[in-house]
C-alpha cells in the first residue's frame, strides 16, 4: 500500500473510529502483492479485531475468496475497486458485510498497474456513483494526492 493510502485508512479511523476500540474491519483486497509493502493492519491493532479477505491465498490474507459468513463493524478496501470489472455489482455485493461504515480508497490518477486487469480510475463523483448503485449512503468523499476516498454507511430505509 501507498503511503497516501495508508495516510487516509489512517484519517478515516482516527476521524470515524473514535470512543470505541474493538471493532471488527474486514479489508477486501488486502493481500500484499509487493513484498515490503504496507498493509492497514497496522491501522487496527488489537483490540480492534482485523481480518484480511482476498480472491487468492498470500501475505495479510486471512479468508480466501469472497464470501463470508458473518458481518463486521466496518468494510475497508483499498487500492481493490479499480481491479475489478463491474464495481458498482461488486460493491452492492459487499454492503451486507458491514454494519456501520464502509471506507474504500481508489486511485484517481495513477499509471496503468494491471494485477491481473486494471479498469477504472475514481473522482468524487465516480466514487459517489458507485454508493448510490450499491444503497451505500455517502458520509463523506474525499480527493487527496492521487487517491479518492469513500466513507458511507448503509441507507436507511424510512
Known amino acids: 500500500m501507498h503511503d497516501n493510502s495508508m495516510r487516509l ?5 482516527d476521524n470515524y473510529l473514535t470512543g470505541n476500540t474493538g471493532y471488527t474491519v474486514l479489508d477486501i483486497g488486502s493481500r500484499v ?3 515490503g509493502h504496507q498493509c492497514y493492519r497496522t491501522i487496527f491493532p488489537p483490540p480492534d479485531i482485523y481480518l484480511g479477505m482476498d480472491v487468492e491465498p498470500g501475505p495479510n490474507v486471512d479468508i480466501v475468496g469472497y464470501e463470508s459468513l458473518q458481518t463486521y463493524d466496518v468494510v475497508i478496501s ?3 475497486i479499480e ?3 463491474r464495481p458498482w455489482e461488486w460493491l452492492k455485493g459487499i454492503t ?4 456501520k461504515y464502509i ?9 496503468e498497474h494491471r494485477f491481473p486487469i486494471d479498469c477504472y480510475r475514481f473522482m468524487p463523483d465516480g466514487m459517489r456513483d458507485v454508493f448510490e ?3 451505500i449512503e455517502e458520509v463523506q468523499i474525499i480527493r487527496k494526492a492521487r487517491d479518492t476516498m469513500g466513507i458511507g454507511k448503509h441507507k436507511r430505509k424510512e
Do not use: N, R, S
Not at 471506507?103 to 499509471?111: E, K, N, R, V
Open 9 to 13: 485508512m489512517k484519517w478515516f479511523k
Open 33 to 35: 502483492v509487493t513484498e
Open 78 to 80: 483499498g487500492q481493490t
Open 83 to 85: 481491479h475489478i470489472k
Open 96 to 99: 451486507k458485510y458491514f454494519t
Open 103 to 111: 471506507c474504500i480508497i481508489a486511485p484517481h490518477d495513477l499509471q
Open 133 to 135: 448503485y450499491a444503497g
